[in-house]
């Protein structure tokens, strides 16, 4: 299986350069090698490359920045995914990509499933939205898959975040009214590549079936928790921390203004993955503990 790789250098991307490389040969490329807001490098990669799957990693993932960077979120996140989508189309190639939970907008009280209304509630999500749009719109194949909160040890991060704030700080507030799934983007790699493998030796897909997964990790808490369980996971593992998990104070959405309105329910029902490749969601607490052993302390 030829496969493309775009945004290699990604939290994600990374990881799926090492999901990846058992399917096949992967052909990794980071922004050096083809910037996705060049319509004509996208195709011409794709054109000479001729992939069985390309998978898109790339993304504007500045939330906050976003809302003052319209134009440039919009291109990479909406327009590029529509013409890897046509590249796609048009060597026959299957695509996959990526979205997230922020193309809701929070007010259900159950966890989001594939079908339930969208309403994002920034230019990121609008974004992500519309690059969803776009690979729907090509009588192409594809498999989306939303995601939310991802974190590993390559890249920024919120773990990452935390970290710094408890080697420096003796008291911390964080959101305690915004509960979702913090998602390994290692776990992201893996059911990708379990994914296509499945795919491989099933069915193909038809000219025109574009599909839509929601993939996170199980165990959703707030943002306060999840960085009470990173202090302490830490704590545990011997890292020399100045705060204490007990010292991190629940605060609101409303205490922490900023740019971009964030969903209060990012929480994700990852039922269909289970249904259509059997694979059930694991918790988020040993890819933590794993990402901290590797960090250096
Ligand atoms: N991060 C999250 O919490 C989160 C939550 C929900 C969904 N998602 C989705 O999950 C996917 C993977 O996210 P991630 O966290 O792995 O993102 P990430 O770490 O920010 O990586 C994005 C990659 O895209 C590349 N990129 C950005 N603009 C580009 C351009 N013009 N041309 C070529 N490459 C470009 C970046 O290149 P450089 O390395 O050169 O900057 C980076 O390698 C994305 O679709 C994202 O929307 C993420």
């Given at each position: 299986?030829?496969?493309?790789?775009?945004?290699?250098?990604?939290?994600?991307?990374?990881?799926?350069?090492?999901?990846?490389?058992?399917?096949?040969?992967?052909?990794?490329?980071?922004?050096?090698?083809?910037?996705?807001?060049?319509?004509?490098?996208?195709?011409?990669?794709?054109?000479?490359?001729?992939?069985?799957?390309?998978?898109?990693?790339?993304?504007?993932?500045?939330?906050?920045?976003?809302?003052?960077?319209?134009?440039?979120?919009?291109?990479?996140?909406?327009?590029?995914?529509?013409?890897?989508?046509?590249?796609?189309?048009?060597?026959?190639?299957?695509?996959?990509?990526?979205?997230?939970?922020?193309?809701?907008?929070?007010?259900?009280?159950?966890?989001?499933?594939?079908?339930?209304?969208?309403?994002?509630?920034?230019?990121?999500?609008?974004?992500?939205l519309a690059g969803e749009?776009?690979?729907?719109?090509?009588?192409?194949?594809?498999?989306?898959?939303?995601?939310?909160?991802?974190?590993?040890?390559?890249?920024?991060?919120?773990?990452?975040?935390?970290?710094?704030?408890?080697?420096?700080?003796?008291?911390?507030?964080?959101?305690?009214?915004?509960?979702?799934?913090?998602?390994?983007?290692?776990?992201?790699?893996?059911?990708t590549a379990a994914a296509?493998?499945?795919?491989?030796?099933?069915?193909?897909?038809e000219i025109g079936e574009?599909?839509?997964?929601?993939?996170?990790?199980?165990?959703?808490?707030?943002?306060?928790?999840?960085?009470?369980?990173?202090?302490?996971?830490?704590?545990?593992?011997?890292?020399?921390?100045?705060?204490?998990?007990?010292?991190?104070?629940?605060?609101?959405?409303?205490?922490?203004?900023?740019?971009?309105?964030?969903?209060?329910?990012?929480?994700?029902?990852?039922?269909?993955?289970?249904?259509?490749?059997?694979?059930?969601?694991?918790?988020?607490?040993?890819?933590?503990?794993?990402?901290?052993?590797?960090?250096?302390?």
């Amino acid at each position: 299986m030829k496969i493309l790789l775009l945004g290699k250098d990604g939290q994600v991307g990374w990881q799926l350069q090492r999901a990846l490389a058992p399917l096949g040969g992967v052909h990794a490329c980071g922004r050096a090698d083809c910037d996705m807001t060049d319509a004509a490098a996208i195709h011409a990669l794709v054109g000479a490359l001729r992939p069985a799957v390309i998978v898109n990693a790339t993304a504007y993932t500045a939330v906050d920045k976003a809302e003052s960077e319209p134009a440039l979120a919009e291109a990479i996140n909406a327009r590029a995914p529509g013409e890897l989508a046509a590249a796609a189309a048009a060597c026959g190639a299957l695509l996959v990509h990526y979205s997230t939970d922020y193309v809701f907008d929070g007010g259900k009280a159950t966890p989001y499933v594939e079908t339930d209304p969208v309403a994002p509630q920034g230019v990121y999500g609008r974004s992500k939205l519309a690059g969803e749009a776009a690979i729907q719109a090509v009588a192409g194949r594809s498999l989306i898959f939303r995601t939310s909160w991802v974190f590993g040890e390559h890249g920024g991060n919120f773990v990452r975040t935390i970290l710094r704030l408890a080697a420096q700080r003796d008291d911390l507030g964080v959101v305690a009214d915004q509960v979702g799934s913090p998602t390994p983007a290692a776990l992201i790699a893996d059911v990708t590549a379990a994914a296509l493998l499945r795919l491989a030796h099933g069915r193909r897909l038809e000219i025109g079936e574009n599909r839509l997964y929601h993939l996170a990790a199980a165990n959703p808490l707030s943002w306060c928790d999840f960085a009470r369980e990173i202090v302490a996971v830490a704590i545990a593992q011997g890292w020399g921390l100045r705060l204490a998990p007990a010292a991190i104070r629940a605060i609101t959405t409303a205490d922490y203004p900023t740019p971009a309105r964030r969903p209060a329910n990012s929480r994700l029902d990852c039922s269909r993955l289970g249904q259509d490749f059997g694979l059930s969601m694991p918790c988020w607490r040993p890819y933590l503990a794993r990402m901290l052993e590797r960090l250096p302390a």
